[in-house]
């Protein structure tokens, strides 16, 4: 539906803020993390995403039920990848 | 403080464009909603289809950290990176053209979605060149790849060939959708530029801009877990 | 806006009113005139006709089955084809059948009646919907015409996806495809639910019906992307010979179990929420009684979809998945039960002390509850780590799913087909031939799957063409049970089609039921209302008599604001 979006200036903010962070997510792979690599790029990745889905989407200002369906989508994928890891990750204790 | 492009009571004012309420429909502000909750809806579908891909990554991921991290650090990340920021670009010129749309600004409505259409073009011709060093790199299995060259550096081939199948099908994957979506864009230029839209009306712009947003997230994810899992020794 | 309020009960009529001029039947004639259509309610009938042809199909097959099962050298067929047999009954009513059937039929032609809205929200879409599923029937019997798909319905990996020389990937696409029509389904029905309803009509006065298929659509939006992308994987197996299923590469056979699973498990509750729904309809009705614990069976609906999501790996307690995560999906499968049980209780419950009457649809939906229980209990038994590893890939699995999908999810489809009938067509069917099918379909089923519990408890197989001496006797009943079963299906198949020109003319309302469907012409005008319902009370008012209309106490309906959530 048409109704009120954000200014002009803000969506060159998010995507000044967009690029800062896809450099930043570049430049960290460079340093040695060790561990601690996947955990960071997810980090700024999911920020990313927040700032393509609240502002470029306009779920900021969307209805209680856009946010619901976008909570389910992502609720039913972590039990996707949360069910099916759990076998994963414990195989190695011992199989049926 | 943020513009108002329309309230509810203009679009109760304006006739619609003709043949565009459906019969079922109160007003066009009912349909529009709708027609935006559905995309919506498709974009939670479009979720779970890539979510199958990212669990069997992760799972293999768990099992073959190494030769996860060794393949990961030969992937082109240069080619990765400037994508990445056309295609962040792509999203802005995308957003700027529903701006258009809710205010009526033809002209640079159709400026836009082609600008989306052509950068969305560019990440697919670089995509094309990247899987070119690829396979001149050795890291397509079944095509050209070296299991020697991993054996040297400890690393087992075969979960090599794991990781690479994954990279080729989710890029694969995200291409398509990209390219469905540059042609949506193209045919909404068209239309635009015919006066399809107006600010009352103009859902199609609002919803394909939501899907080409989505397209969008979906890489910005790919970035940091195909590309950057371990410490980078090389650009590309 | 008009102020017709439901429900009204109109007075048992003597002789039926005239039919108004246009139904959505006879508004428009010619083959472009239905290939075309966007009403939902001629779009259900495309599905009906392709759904029961697919129905017949698969039945077919299992015929074949079953008749070569009557000795233990089952010589009927070669053990490929036998292979190829029950991967095509499977295929078929899995996919072709029992997913579909509710949703598309009686979804499609009464959620925007039961809402009072004039169509789904996207009727093209619907119709989009039709074709996609056309498309995936009509590839999926060239496969099994053309030679047929041997790896079973379930395309376990690496059998599927290296060894099998079928056509696997067309079967795939097939169903991939189909797919997309369930896909496309459930975005309408949410989207409809939740934007279209009648001025009046709140969360908590949708018919059951409503809500199951409400459930239905959010199993088949998350569920079935699962199931695509993995068979997609499989095809990138099969044709480029690099896959991430393939033993030789570290790949695990698992993990095509565990996205397949992810998919097929919650695909049951797909397959039998629509069926309960039907019979929360059907129940009030014919014990002239509200439904006991509205608010819980709608909640169940809704939480057998959430946790119908998390139990899948209860199919895969012998494939090698880890000793912890079969412990967890164990206790899981445990709890899924509860609000399947929460619904038999409150159906039972609102038996009691009914005023009840045995018609067709009754005797089905009875049926229903009862061999549905019976198969969900055996559920329960399979839930146990421990005897799972018994009985799995044996009949027991067999009767165990059979009881609810036959006796369960197809007695429903029976019940809903002949309760709603007169409303999509305008004719009686004839009630005697009625009540016999449905004795005749519950004695065959009974004959044809409780031997099949011993079976498999005395350790027969499944997929097995050929079988030890010993378990012939009883797979000689179970046979016999199935030509009874046949008979059942066919009787209602010669006698509602006779229906059509010959049945008697129905009323609006032949059961005097409640639910705005029952307010419109039968068969319904093409915009469904003459004007827009406005609701005042809740679904299943059958205690107050005809005429009264409750309020909500206190409550000051809100003309409007109906299009909130």
Known sequence: MSGPTFQRKTYYYVFGALIALTVLTVGISFLDLGQWHIAAGLTIAVCKAGFVILFFMHLLHSRPLTWLILGTGLFWLAILLALTLSDYVTRHLGAY | MSEIANTSSQSAQVAPPPGSLWHHFENLEHQNEATTLGMWVFLATELLIFGALFAGYAAYRSWYPAAFEAASGRLNLLIGGINTVVLLTSSLTMVLAVRAAQLGSLRALVTLLILTSLLGTVFLALKAVEYYTDYLDNLVPGLAFNPEEWRQVHVNPAHVQLFLVFYYVMTGLHAVHLTFGIVIMAVLAVMAWRRAFTPEHHTAVEMWGLYWHFVDIVWIFLLPLLYLIATRKTLM | ?565
């Open chain 3, 1 to 565: 806006m008009s102020t017709l309020t439901a429900p009204f009960r109109p007075q048992a009529l003597a002789t039926p009113p005239p039919e108004p001029k246009a139904n959505y039947l006879n508004v428009s004639y010619g083959v472009k005139s239905w290939l075309l259509t966007t009403d939902h309610k001629r779009i259900a009938l495309l599905y009906l006709v392709s759904v029961t042809l697919m129905f017949f199909v698969g039945g077919a097959a299992a015929t074949l089955i079953r008749v070569n099962l009557l000795t233990p050298a089952g010589s009927l067929v070669t053990a490929d084809t036998y292979n190829k047999l029950f991967s095509a009954h499977g295929i078929i009513m899995v996919f072709f059948f029992l997913v579909p059937v509710v949703p598309t039929v009686l979804g499609n032609f009464l959620l925007p009646m039961m809402i009072g809205a004039r169509d789904l929200a996207f009727p093209r879409l619907n119709l989009l919907s039709w074709y996609a599923y056309m498309a995936g029937a009509t590839l999926i019997l060239w496969v099994i015409f053309s030679g047929g798909v041997d790896t079973g319905w379930t395309f376990y990996t690496p059998f599927s996806s290296k060894s099998s020389h079928a056509s696997v990937i067309p079967a795939m696409l097939a169903i991939v495809i189909g797919g997309f029509s369930g896909i496309f389904t459930g975005l309408n029905f949410v989207v409809t639910v939740h934007r279209l309803r009648a001025p009046g009509l709140t969360w908590f006065r949708l018919p059951l019906f409503v809500w199951s298929l409400y459930a239905t659509s959010i199993i088949l939006l998350l569920a079935t992307p699962v199931l695509a992308m993995t068979l997609i994987l499989v095809a990138v197996e099969r044709v480029w010979g690099i896959g991430i299923f393939d033993p030789a590469l570290g790949g695990d056979p698992l993990l095509f179990q565990h996205l397949f699973w992810f998919y097929s498990h919650p695909a049951v509750y797909i397959m039998i929420l629509p069926g309960m729904g039907i019979v929360s309809e059907i129940i009030p009705c014919f014990s002239r009684k509200n439904i006991f614990g509205y608010k819980f069976v709608a909640f169940a609906s809704i939480g057998i979809a959430v946790l119908g999501f998390l139990v899948w790996a209860h199919h895969m307690f012998v494939a090698g998945q880890s000793r912890f995560a079969a412990m967890i999906f164990s206790f899981l499968s445990y709890l899924v039960a509860v609000p399947s049980a929460i619904k038999v209780f409150n159906w039972t419950a609102t038996l009691y002390k009914g005023s009840i009457t045995y018609h067709t649809p009754m005797l089905f939906a009875l049926g229903f509850i009862g061999l549905f229980t019976l198969g969900g209990l055996t559920g329960l038994m399979l839930a146990a780590l421990g005897l799972n590893v018994h009985v799995h890939d044996t009949y027991f699995i067999i009767a165990h799913f059979h009881f609810i999908m036959v006796g369960g999810m197809v007695m429903a489809y029976m019940a809903g087909l002949h309760y709603w009938w007169p409303k999509i067509t305008g004719r009686l069917y004839p009630e005697g031939w009625g009540r016999l099918a449905a004795l005749i379909v519950f004695i065959g089923f009974i004959l044809t799957f409780s031997p099949q519990f011993v079976l498999g408890y005395l350790g027969m197989p499944r997929r097995y063409h050929a079988y030890a001496q010993e378990f012939q006797v009883l797979n000689v009943l179970s046979t016999a049970g199935a030509s009874i079963l046949a008979v059942g299906y066919l009787l209602p198949l010669i006698y509602l089609i006779w229906s059509l020109r010959y049945g008697k003319k129905a009323g609006d309302n032949p059961w005097d039921a409640t639910g705005l469907e029952w307010q419109s012409p039968s068969p319904p005008p093409p915009d469904n209302f003459a004007e827009p319902p406005v609701v005042t009370c809740g679904p299943y008012e059958y205690a107050l008599g005809p005429g009264v209309r409750s309020q909500e106490s206190g409550v000051k309906i809100p003309e409007t604001e109906v299009h909130n959530v």
